[in-house]
């Protein structure tokens, strides 16, 4: 294998994760930061963020002298031959992505090119995004040397990352000439996977498309749950139906309180407003997102339903991350059913094994109960709403809860428990899409 000189600009969980994995497949990595106090957490051989695997690989990265960190694009790029853009792309209140820092990079690298070099846009970005960069390049490369941008956008799910990153179901290349597209086969070499070469607007396509086909998915089972509930049908029996058709498949059709985190939100809304203008009213999109934000009211609505009046009242939350084996709380449920809750003056108190200190930042969580553990959660409460599927909450001993709490009410709004354990034990118990009796 080759090795190539690489630069990642970006050190949030994207850049990171693929500036760590680049490293392990045997490249030199630079990954530029400008944020100094996450700078100095690197460098002094922390990883900032909770994911699986990472830490590990990280530490052996920077040990093989293969990781090293940059508080400046002209840093990064001193030997660099490939360039991958890796900065936050946070959407605005229309639902387009904010793509300035995107912009600023690419100045930053058109001004401190040496000679050709592949230009990599790793963000999430709207189509189109590879033209933009690659006139502003142009503009502010002021010796004229050659250069070539890339689409290859990411497909890692938050918790599982390091394996997508080395285990990948396909490899997405947008290039725009023969030379770039032999420079990203190299940097890829030593993964066995499947390589799909396209033009670079077809790339950036690819990854808004296939996170909104996702979050349709989960979605459309969301509404099933719905009418589940509506006629006494259980949900996890029609989704295992419809799973075993291989057009179907399993995967995403598990029923819940609606998706969250940075990435299904974000694209939903970016892909919805691509689409608008450039003529076309992506109208299935707006149900996605109109389907999600009900479901994230399914725990108030099951609270009010058993236990009339709210004010006063205490309710457990075990679980704020967005998903399990990830600390990540953006776009999160458990903060719309905070904000919510607050508002209707309920005593909140919140439990997540991970993300405690993430919660303790938000000003959404000012005045919630953070607790020690699933069992000091569940003190006094009236009732208990399962937020975040963890699989160490399975494990608990559900007559302790019972004991702990001043109501036997169980909202499970990730499916977690069996109802039939549940209610033996002695609770109320109510879940997303299946019989309550």
């Not at 405690?356 to 607790?371: D, H």
Request: charged residues 25%; hydrophobic residues 45%; aromatic residues 8%.
């Amino acid at each position: 294998m080759k090795k190539i000189n690489i630069c990642v600009v970006g050190a949030g969980y994207v850049g990171l994760v693929t500036a760590t994995c680049l490293a392990e497949l045997g490249h030199d990595v630079v990954c530029v930061d400008s944020d100094a106090k996450k700078l100095k957490a690197l460098r002094g051989r922390k990883v900032p963020i909770y994911e699986p695997g990472l830490d590990e690989l990280f530490q052996r990265a920077i040990k093989a002298k293969r990781l090293r960190f940059a508080g400046s694009v002209q840093e990064g790029m001193a030997a660099a031959q490939v360039i991958f853009i890796a900065v936050g792309t946070p959407p605005r209140a229309d639902g387009s992505a904010d793509l300035s820092a995107v912009e600023a990079v690419a100045e930053e690298v058109a001004c401190n090119l040496k000679g050709y070099a592949v230009i990599v846009d790793k963000s999430t970005v709207p189509v189109e995004t590879g033209d933009w960069v690659a006139k502003t390049v142009a503009r502010f490369n002021k010796k004229g040397l050659p250069f070539d941008v890339v689409s290859n956008p990411e497909f890692l799910s938050e918790g599982t990352a390091v394996k997508d990153f080395l285990n990948p179901d396909r490899i997405v290349l947008g290039v725009t000439s023969p030379r770039a597209e032999a420079v990203m086969r190299q940097v890829y070499a030593p993964i066995k996977a499947p390589v799909l070469v396209t033009d670079v607007k077809s790339a950036e396509l690819i990854k808004h498309a296939s996170n909104s086909f996702l979050a349709t998915k989960i979605s459309f089972i969301n509404a099933v749950s719905i009418l589940c509930e509506k006629v006494g049908a259980d949900v996890g029996l029609v989704a295992q139906g419809m799973g075993l058709d291989r057009r179907i498949g399993s995967m995403f059709l598990r029923p819940g309180i609606g998706f969250g985190g940075f990435c299904f939100p974000k694209d939903l809304e970016a892909f919805h407003w691509i689409s608008k203008q450039k003529g076309y009213d992506f109208s299935l999109l707006k149900a996605v997102k109109e389907i999600n934000d009900y479901q994230k009211t399914w725990v108030l609505r099951k609270i009010e339903e058993n236990l009339w009046n709210l004010e006063g009242k205490t309710i457990a939350l075990l679980g704020l991350a967005f998903k399990p084996n990830t600390d990540d709380m953006r776009f999160a449920p458990s903060v719309d059913i905070v904000k919510t809750l607050k508002e209707r003056r309920v005593k909140i108190r919140a439990y997540d094994p991970v993300s405690m200190e993430r919660a303790k930042a938000l000003p959404e969580f000012s005045g919630v109960t953070l607790c020690r553990d699933a069992y000091d959660c569940a003190k006094g409460a009236d009732a208990l709403a399962v937020v975040t599927e963890w699989p160490q909450f399975k494990a608990l001993d559900l007559k302790k809860l019972l004991k702990l709490m001043r109501h036997g009410l169980i909202l499970d709004g990730r499916n977690l428990f069996d109802p039939h354990q549940a209610r033996t034990a002695g609770f109320s118990y109510f879940s997303v899409g299946r019989p309550n009796a």
